[in-house]
């Protein structure tokens, strides 16, 4: 698995064998199965998650129970509650594993010790969160925007291998729209084929 972590961090530039051996003694590696919890509700995010193998995703409940999924995050990608870090205050996500995962937990002050230390990390940091906000915003726009076919289509434009890996429902929920939708909109795009 420590190759895999070692590679997300010289996308952009190499880095020596001293910094990923920094690097590698600030993650603690943790394997999560199937529907097992990371976080859960009312509990304080202590780590920052990275995903080295499998697939996450955050969501919150309503007050009728109903799952709202917020983030999916597979392999390379990171999750974690950032307000609840650094506000030590109680998550309002669960983050669980839709599939066998193995993931790096990284602390805040560890993170801030390899900001500092490693360049390469800290590239990675600086791209990774301006990727994220321009993700955050696009998807903020199409919810309020967009019909649901276009969300559907641009979800599969712009994440192929997350739509093969997770159950409808939750597709569904991440879009805002009820199964029964996707299922006809996934019916109807494949008769235009």
């Not at 972590?5 to 001293?18: K, V």
């Not at 920052?48 to 697939?55: L, M």
């Not at 429902?169 to 805002?176: N, R």
Request: contains cysteine; proline residues 4%.
């Amino acid at each position: 698995m420590l190759h895999l972590l070692r590679a997300y961090f010289e996308r952009d530039e190499p880095i020596t064998d001293e910094q990923f051996d920094l690097i590698q003694s600030k993650f603690i590696l943790k394997q999560l199965k199937k529907g097992e919890f990371l976080l859960r509700e009312g509990e304080i995010a202590r780590y920052g998650a990275f995903v080295a193998k499998g697939c996450l995703r955050s969501y919150v409940l309503d007050n009728k129970g109903k799952q709202h999924i917020v983030q999916f995050a597979p392999e390379n990608w990171w999750l974690t509650d950032a307000d609840s870090i650094l506000q030590n205050k109680p998550t309002i996500y669960f983050m669980d594993a839709i599939e066998d995962t193995a993931v790096f937990l990284l602390d805040p002050s560890s993170h801030i010790f390899l900001l500092q230390h490693v360049p390469a990390y800290a590239t990675q940091f600086q791209t990774g969160i301006q990727k994220h906000a321009a993700a955050k915003d696009k998807r903020i726009v199409a919810s309020l925007s967009s019909m649901a076919e276009e969300r559907y289509k641009e979800f599969i434009q712009t994440y192929p291998s997350i739509v093969q890996r997770v159950p409808q429902h939750m597709l569904a929920s991440y879009l805002g729209i009820m199964p029964e939708t996707l299922s006809r909109i996934r019916k109807q795009m494949a008769k235009k084929k």
